[in-house]
T-cell receptor, first 112, second 110 residues
């Protein structure tokens, strides 16, 4: 692995299903982030983690949960997917919170 | 008012043109500033950080104006390959997080 990876690349999901988007980085960065990007709305922060073992809510956290059990992994879970969660999801990491963020390639999620 | 605002464009310019984008931020506690480039259906990637004294990287120049609370990106001698969306990002010390602008779309035409 080099950098930050996300899985799956894309997914079509039935409403009401549970889904976990995976994110892994190998840069030993302290901070990690989940964003969603919708047309015309830019990048919106869902949840973040400044260091392993801690998480915080971003701008649009409702319907999503995260965990940060270790430095490398930061999964995002949709407990019961709804169509409004159709979006492109980007995971990112940075060495420190004020530093450059490095983004994964994104997950395109469609909830029907 | 949004915390970070950009002119969405689109900016359509001919090859060789000079184009400038601005990004305004509302919180004076903002500490770090960045420009990212995002190609269609790809992830954002850092273009350049913005330093207080201004900085240049080839055809790209970034500047910070703390008094008026904006950052700018100047692209000289535009290339077709510069076509992309440019996102500014501002780190706010008080909030402890970065906020991204919605992006400005640039299309460079032959």
């Amino acid at each position: 692995i080099a950098g930050i990876t996300q899985a799956p690349t894309s997914q079509i999901l039935a409403a009401g299903r549970r889904m976990t988007l995976r994110c892994t980085q190998d840069m030993r960065h302290n901070a990690m982030y989940w964003y969603r990007q919708d047309l015309g709305l830019g990048l919106r922060l869902i949840h973040y983690s400044n260091t392993a073992g801690t998480t915080g809510k971003g701008e649009v956290p409702d319907g999503y949960s995260v965990s940060r059990a270790n430095t490398d992994d930061f999964p995002l879970t949709l407990a019961s997917a709804v169509p409004s969660q159709t979006s492109v999801y980007f995971c990112a990491s940075s060495d420190e919170v004020a530093d450059t963020q490095y983004f994964g390639p994104g997950t395109r999620l469609t909830v029907l | 008012r949004k915390e970070v605002e950009q002119d969405p464009g689109p900016f359509n310019v001919p090859e060789g043109a000079t184009v400038a984008f601005n990004c305004t931020y509302s919180n004076s506690a903002s500490q770090s500033f960045f420009w990212y480039r995002q190609d269609c259906r790809k992830e954002p990637k850092l273009l350049m950080s913005v330093y207080s004294s201004g900085n240049e990287d080839g055809r790209f120049t970034a500047q910070l104006n703390r008094a008026s609370q904006y950052i700018s990106l100047l692209i000289r001698d535009s290339k077709l390959s510069d076509s992309a969306t440019y996102l500014c990002a501002v780190y706010n010390t008080n909030a402890g997080k970065s906020t991204f602008g919605d992006g400005t779309t640039l299309t460079v035409k032959p």
